[in-house]
């Protein structure tokens, strides 16, 4: 279904004629909730003017001082991260500012059979090493067993960390996370950062007190905190937080940093994805991040971490390399996976509005992948489990009615599962393969009293409509002002009536490429991914002169090193 949203048009005339905006632009930002006085913040956001005292948030200062102790005292520090790219960012961000203050950390990213989070191994061996700090990013908020023995070890431990909270906290030095249930909220748009914003914020008070405390002086320079907000735009894009706020700002000057080559990890990746323009938040969620992914799910978890905190280019190169090698495994094994899981679902009746599938011989590392597909695929939200020999692991995603964090927190508080944690649209859990047609039922119910018993329409927002020939490469230019894209400011989406197809064929892995023309005369080209075999592509290029309207995004395409335009089509219709 297609929903062309309605705007305030006297607001956005407005706004147009303070800021000499095309309309088109002034009406989607008004769609965007954007006020008149915020459009410069919007369209241009500074971190200094959204990022507050980093000591509002809860646990903050202490923190903060406890580090800046360890950095002057070149007290043993270790830190465990996530596997996953906000995992691998928030942990780098860490490890790159403490090695710039003068003290090199000790990392620890967990392979996937290790289990999510820190573990009692990682603990013992870094009480073994002497480690005095113990930080975790990106994980251990509701570590309470593991956290309060590395405690009990001597270590004072401070998590770092964005997931959902429970009313219960571990019981250690401090616990920052923005989505504590005691936090005031005074910046709501706090509680959107990804791990990785959280830990760069934590750097930018840590970064304070070792400057009035005198540490920058006889010598020491002061780390420009600034140089590592690519890796902050990179996992803030990856772990599909709201582009908003705070978090907006973390993007749109991470990619300006980026674009200055000055990381050998990711100057590495970009080059051998082939990216040859200055990257976009589409490069970063769609193509760099699978890519560090990638070592999480099939490879060597740490290999992610490891490459962007790389200093040396040639061995930059060799292990972006591995990486690629990693993503093109990834893709077979979660090729293999989806039309598994496919086939169990379409060919067993559903007793409950979930996709709820597992089995015996699937990667655990794909299967997050895996439920996005499939809840893309059924417009419901999807639990995907590999059954191990000891546990069964799960991923999860949502749809925007279905909170996953607060389903699998009371899913671990009635006893089925035997971990788990995540945000409102994705997460990961562990449970017994006894209890597995318990979660089910428990899961089903649960969703069936969010949203009944039958799935829903998916709608299309459909931000403006306009001919073929409006379709302009300025167009184009004047919608990239609204970027970064992501969640919480999706790239607009734009209808264009009454087009006809001609010159469609088959391209790549089950793309169409076509041409698209107007009455008036307007011809642009245009491309649909991944729909050989579905509606879409057997319209496209079945088509003999009928008449559409199509749904998608338009674009520069620099393909070739030509700048022109063309149109991302979505979804179409007969007319």
């Not at 999706?490 to 087009?499: F, R």
């Not at 199509?550 to 700048?563: A, H, I, P, S």
Request: proline residues 4%; hydrophobic residues 40%.
């Amino acid at each position: 279904m297609w929903k062309v949203a309605g705007t305030d048009e006297r607001t956005a005339e407005l706004m147009m004629q303070k800021y000499n905006l095309p309309y088109l632009i002034a009406k989607i930002l008004v769609m965007r909730g954007v006020g008149v006085d915020e459009v410069p913040g919007f369209l241009d956001p500074k971190i200094q003017g959204l990022m507050p005292n980093p000591f509002v948030l809860k646990d903050m200062e202490k923190a903060a001082r406890r580090i800046a102790l360890a950095v002057r005292e070149s007290q043993k520090i270790a830190v465990i991260g996530d596997y996953d790219v906000d995992g691998a960012t928030s942990s780098s961000v860490l490890r790159l500012y403490l090695r710039a203050a003068g003290n090199e950390p000790e990392v620890h990213i967990p392979e996937r059979d290790e289990g999510y989070g820190p573990s009692r191994k990682a603990v013992d061996d870094f009480k073994a090493q002497g480690v005095q700090l113990l930080i975790t990013s990106d994980c251990g908020t509701t570590a309470f067993e593991v956290l309060e023995y590395a405690a009990g070890q001597g270590m004072d431990v401070i998590v770092l960390d964005h997931h959902e909270a429970e009313t219960k906290l571990p019981q250690v030095y401090a616990v920052v996370n923005p989505k504590r249930l005691d936090e005031d909220n005074s910046y709501p748009y706090l509680r959107f950062m990804a791990a990785v914003g959280v830990v760069f914020m934590t750097m930018v008070a840590v970064n304070r007190e070792l400057r009035e405390s005198g540490w920058f002086t006889g010598g020491r320079s002061e780390p420009n905190l600034m140089q590592w907000l690519d890796l902050v735009a990179l996992g803030t894009v990856c772990d599909v937080v709201p582009l908003k706020g705070l978090n907006r700002a973390y993007v749109r000057q991470g990619l300006k940093i980026m674009a200055n080559r000055s990381n050998p990890g990711l100057t590495a990746l970009i080059d051998k994805a082939g990216i040859s323009e200055a990257p976009t938040a589409f490069h970063l969620g769609y193509v760099l991040g699978p890519r560090i992914n990638a070592c999480g799910r099939v490879g060597e978890s740490q290999m992610g971490h490891q490459l962007l905190c790389l200093s040396d280019g040639y061995q930059a190169e060799l292990l972006a390399d591995k990486l690629n090698e990693f993503n093109v495994q990834r893709k077979d094994i979660e090729a293999y996976v989806l039309m598994s899981a496919i086939e169990t679902l379409e060919g067993t009746p559903q007793s409950y509005p979930i996709a709820f599938v597992s089995g015996h011989d699937w990667h655990q590392g794909v299967i997050g992948i895996v439920a996005g597909k499939l809840k893309e695929r059924y417009n419901l939200p999807a639990f995907v489990m590999s059954i191990e020999a000891d546990e069964v692991k799960g991923s999860a995603r949502s749809i925007p009615q279905v909170d996953l964090g607060a389903l699998i927190i009371a899913a671990k508080e009635k006893g089925i599962l035997t971990k788990g944690g995540g945000h409102t649209m994705a997460a990961g859990f562990s449970l017994n393969e006894d209890k597995i047609e318990e979660f089910r039922k428990f899961a089903g119910e649960y969703v069936i009293e969010k949203i009944g018993g039958e799935a829903i329409t998916p709608v299309i927002e459909v931000d403006a409509s306009l001919d073929a020939a409006g379709a302009t490469l300025e167009l184009a230019e004047s919608l990239a002002q609204l970027e970064p894209f992501g969640a919480g400011n999706s790239e607009p989406k734009l209808l264009l009536t009454n087009v006809r197809v001609s010159k469609a064929s088959l391209i790549g892995v089950g793309h169409v490429r076509c041409v698209l023309t107007s009455a008036n005369g307007g011809s642009l080209k245009a491309i649909a991914f991944r729909v050989a075999d579905n509606e879409i592509g057997q319209a496209l290029l079945k088509s003999k002169g009928e008449v559409f309207d199509v749904v998608g995004q338009l674009r520069k395409d620099t393909w070739g090193g030509r700048v022109s335009v063309q149109f991302l089509i979505e979804d179409m219709r007969r007319v």
